[in-house]
């Protein structure tokens, strides 16, 4: 099993930018697609994007298509996630997950990080 931990989070103002990382232990993370998600209070845990294990294939959720890139260094064992134009309701914990494949679907993933806090003020 996949051991993942996110960092990079914090405070940022309203058209900012802030850099994700997700730093993998236990298995090389070329063996896996991955996800970022993000869940804000009181709310359901949302699709953010997802990359393939070879890094070639990326998909992104509508409310952050054009904005945020996720990326993959697999020689480094971490996936990132450049989020740029960051808007107030981007505010959520941030977390990635591994998979077997590409997916929108929590379901779609079996290893999680802990997760860490954005916070974009306007």
């Known amino acids: 099993q996949v051991q993942l931990v996110e960092s990079g989070g914090g405070l940022a103002q309203a058209g900012g930018s802030l850099r994700l990382s997700c730093a993998a232990s236990?298995?090389?993370?070329?063996?896996?697609?991955m996800g970022w998600f993000r869940q804000a209070p009181g709310k359901e845990r949302e699709f953010v994007a997802t990359i393939n294990w070879s890094g070639t294939s990326t998909q992104y959720g509508d409310s952050v298509k054009g904005r945020f890139t996720i990326s993959r260094d697999n020689a480094k064992n971490t996936v990132y996630l450049q989020m740029n134009s960051l808007k107030p309701e981007d505010t959520a914990v941030y977390y990635c997950a591994a998979g077997h494949s590409m997916e929108v679907r929590t379901s779609g993933f079996h290893s999680w990080g802990q997760g860490t806090q954005v916070t974009v003020s306007s």
């Open positions: 236990g298995r090389t993370l070329s063996y896996y697609a």
